[in-house]
């Protein structure tokens, strides 16, 4: 399957949070702490140009957003090729509005021909919010709308028994709002050719999922569709629309012959 496109903190009124991203931990997560001198009291952004985020997840209570991009080092002071940055989100209309600047301060002058090197670091941001917030989409101010939960409109699929949901979630590195859901058989880990099934959902826009070079059109409840195969794993890859919407649902032959996943696709309902 190929998918073509990829710690203290200060909580101020009406679900605002600001903190700024530090060092990361021995797991690569960057932590974060208050930065007093870079509140927002108000319910407008921070100024400063706002960084492209890649990813913003939401805790299972609605009470921390976590917030994922690419920046520089871990800041040091006594090093000018590292970064400092703070964060900020907000309700804004039911979309978690999120805001990410880089305030690192002013570093005397270097000597003539010094450079850094042009290497992006992976830097998280947690915010805690003042109350829980509801919504399914938030939006970084400088990158596109982001799904936080299962988004109202997810399709349902009507797998047999013995098939159980491992993961739900939005694609990273996928277009935006693209969901995708994976199962796998009982009685397997699902990290073989066989024994798991995706289907991922892609809101208001065609899927650009591929699969293998065996390619061929199908039909799925008589809309056209494409079916790719990989005939060394078994590979199975369904492409069609429903209602505005991409689907691609990824199997293997031993677990869905092609016509069974084409029915299977063709169950596919809307709750």
Same mark, same amino acid.
């Given at each position: 399957?190929?998918?073509?496109?990829?710690?203290?903190?200060?909580?101020? %009124?009406?679900? *605002? &949070?600001?903190?700024?991203? $530090?060092?990361?931990? @021995?797991? #690569?997560?960057? !932590?974060?702490?208050?930065?007093?001198?870079?509140?927002?009291?108000?319910?407008?952004?921070?100024?400063?140009?706002?960084?492209?985020?890649?990813?913003?997840?939401?805790?299972?209570?609605?009470?921390?957003?976590?917030?994922?991009?690419?920046?520089?080092?871990?800041?040091?002071?006594?090093?000018?090729?590292?970064?400092?940055?703070?964060?900020?989100?907000?309700?804004?209309?039911?979309?978690?509005?999120?805001?990410?600047?880089?305030?690192?301060?002013?570093?005397?002058?270097?000597?003539?021909?010094?450079?850094?090197?042009?290497?992006?670091?992976?830097?998280?941001?947690?915010?805690?919010?003042?109350?829980?917030?509801?919504?399914?989409? %938030?939006?970084? *101010? &400088?990158?596109?709308?982001? $799904?936080?939960?299962? @988004?109202? #409109?997810?399709? !349902?699929?009507?797998?047999?028994?013995?098939?159980?949901?491992?993961?739900?979630?939005?694609?990273?590195?996928?277009?935006?709002?693209?969901?995708?859901?994976?199962?796998?058989?009982?009685?397997?880990?699902?990290?073989?050719?066989?024994?798991?099934?995706?289907?991922?959902?892609?809101?208001?826009?065609?899927?650009?999922?591929?699969?293998?070079?065996?390619?061929?059109?199908?039909?799925?409840?008589?809309?056209?569709?494409?079916?790719?195969?990989?005939?060394?794993?078994?590979?199975?890859?369904?492409?069609?629309?429903?209602?505005?919407?991409?689907?691609?649902?990824?199997?293997?032959?031993?677990?869905?012959?092609?016509?069974?996943?084409?029915?299977?696709?063709?169950?596919?309902?809307?709750?």
């Amino acid at each position: 399957m190929r998918v073509i496109g990829s710690v203290a903190v200060i909580v101020a %009124a009406g679900l *605002l &949070a600001v903190a700024c991203a $530090l060092g990361p931990t @021995p797991t #690569g997560v960057t !932590e974060a702490t208050a930065s007093p001198e870079n509140l927002a009291n108000g319910p407008n952004p921070p100024p400063g140009e706002a960084l492209r985020v890649d990813l913003i997840t939401l805790s299972e209570d609605g009470r921390t957003v976590t917030i994922q991009f690419v920046g520089g080092k871990d800041y040091d002071p006594d090093d000018p090729c590292s970064n400092h940055y703070f964060g900020w989100a907000r309700d804004v209309d039911g979309v978690l509005q999120v805001k990410v600047v880089d305030d690192t301060p002013p570093f005397p002058p270097l000597p003539e021909g010094f450079a850094c090197d042009a290497v992006g670091y992976g830097r998280t941001i947690s915010l805690e919010l003042d109350r829980p917030f509801l919504g399914d989409r %938030a939006q970084g *101010l &400088a990158g596109p709308i982001h $799904l936080l939960r299962p @988004p109202a #409109g997810l399709v !349902e699929l009507p797998l047999p028994n013995g098939w159980t949901l491992q993961n739900s979630a939005q694609d990273v590195g996928a277009p935006p709002l693209q969901w995708s859901r994976r199962w796998t058989l009982d009685g397997t880990d699902g990290t073989g050719d066989a024994g798991q099934v995706v289907l991922q959902q892609r809101f208001g826009g065609p899927s650009s999922t591929t699969g293998g070079d065996e390619v061929r059109e199908v039909r799925v409840n008589g809309s056209e569709a494409r079916l790719f195969h990989q005939p060394e794993s078994g590979e199975l890859v369904l492409v069609w629309m429903s209602d505005g919407d991409g689907l691609a649902l990824v199997a293997n032959e031993a677990d869905f012959p092609v016509d069974q996943l084409i029915k299977l696709a063709e169950g596919v309902t809307r709750p």
